[in-house]
């Protein structure tokens, strides 16, 4: 049974700094594709930041971010463990989101979409005041 489980939400001032953690559990060879999703209330869920492997590799690693995190946002993983961390760093009142985390098996096709990837954590609120 594989398992996600996140920490690190909280209230924070803009330009504030919080630092998100992911455990994933139960995948058989290791949790390879990770990565970080968002929903604002009223908006679809959207990639933040993912973490995957290359193409028939395990020892190749890439990592996207969207546009509107890159500069501030910093992924980092330690595999043995299978965690994920994201620093969040200069952050804005549009960062408002609840924040889940998600792991996939095999790369998806599309990294950014959330549809690619079958297992998630059950969320946790990050809120930036002005």
């Known amino acids: 049974q594989v398992q996600v489980a996140e920490s690190g939400g909280g209230l924070v001032q803009a330009g504030g700094s919080l630092r998100l953690s992911c455990t994933v559990s139960g995948l058989t060879y290791g949790a390879n594709n990770m990565g970080w999703f968002r929903q604002a209330p009223g908006k679809e869920r959207e990639g933040v930041a993912v973490?995957?492997?290359?193409?028939?590799?395990?020892?190749?690693?890439?990592?996207y971010y969207d546009d509107s995190v890159r500069g501030r946002f910093t992924l980092s993983q330690d595999k043995p463990k299978n965690t994920l961390y994201l620093q969040m760093n200069s952050l804005k009142p549009e960062d408002t989101a609840i924040y889940y985390c998600a792991a996939a098996p095999r790369v998806p096709r599309n990294i950014s979409d959330a549809d690619g990837f079958p297992y998630w954590g059950q969320g946790t609120q990050v809120t930036v005041s002005s």
């Open positions: 973490t995957y492997a290359g193409p028939g590799s395990l020892t190749s690693y890439y990592t």
